[in-house]
């Protein structure tokens, strides 16, 4: 679907409606993240004349792999404890990093899922269609599509985001969040970075942001788990009634 954004925000309602959500998680983090563990242990097998060059060749493979198993362990902790919440999940809706991992264990869990990219992506990059339930094709305000052009979009349809990593996109995503929810009238919007998994959610307790407005939408303790970013939307964020469904 593609067009302004009070059509974005309809079609997603009524997509909410009809699934019998109340309640947007999104996932916010890079798609192309990288692991500096990874990345070091990688380049010292690199470098160790004892390898073969053909296992070589297969360790920047596996080393992805390894990030990708990483970050869909992440989500699976967080997500299977809140099965008996009617939510549906947002991510980036892209084949790579935390949109293509959240994704993946959403649908696994049985979570409607929400893909929010630029139009650039549509053709090589967004997820297929039995992957997302909704995709939001965002088109670009001016100019040609480029990445980036979904940022604003994506920050409004959500009701709270947990950032896993992220580059520049997820730095932009988080400005938009802190901008949102400088408005007193506007429901809370919670920022809940994973400390630990590198970029942006780990720069977050330094980013540029009124005081007030981060201690409204930041958790004030570092949350490095799942666990706990389970136990914070829990008691902190998802405390009304109509969002609990039991099994």
């Not at 916010?28 to 296992?55: M, N, Q, T």
Request: proline share 6%.
């Amino acid at each position: 679907m593609g067009g302004n954004a009070d059509d974005y925000t309809k079609q997603v309602q009524d997509f909410l409606h009809e699934r019998g959500r109340a309640f947007t998680l999104a996932f916010s983090g890079g798609a192309d993240d990288k692991s500096l563990a990874l990345d070091a242990f990688r380049d010292s097998l690199l470098g160790d004349a004892r390898i073969s060059e053909e296992v070589k060749s297969d360790l920047p493979k596996l080393a992805e792999k390894a990030a990708q198993e990483n970050i869909a362990k992440l989500v699976r902790s967080i997500l299977e404890p809140l099965r008996g919440y009617r939510i549906a999940i947002q991510t980036g809706g892209t084949k790579w990093g935390v949109p293509d991992a959240a994704t993946r264990v959403a649908k696994e869990l049985g979570f409607p899922t929400i893909g929010v990219y630029p139009l650039t992506a549509k053709n090589k990059s967004a997820l297929p269609p039995e992957m997302l339930d909704l995709s939001v094709c965002v088109h670009p305000f001016i100019g040609e599509s480029s990445w980036g052009d979904e940022s604003a979009i994506f920050t409004k349809l959500l009701d709270s985001v947990v950032v896993i990593g992220g580059g520049a996109g997820t730095m932009v995503e988080v400005a938009h969040l802190l901008k949102i929810n400088e408005r007193k009238s506007e429901k809370t919007k919670w920022i809940i970075p994973v400390y630990g998994t590198g970029g942006t959610a780990d720069k977050l307790s330094f980013f540029p942001g009124k005081p007030d407005t981060i201690a409204k939408c930041i958790p004030s303790v570092p949350i490095r788990t799942g666990k706990e970013v389970v136990d914070f939307l829990i008691e902190k964020v998802m405390i009304t009634d109509d969002i609990y469904e039991p099994a």
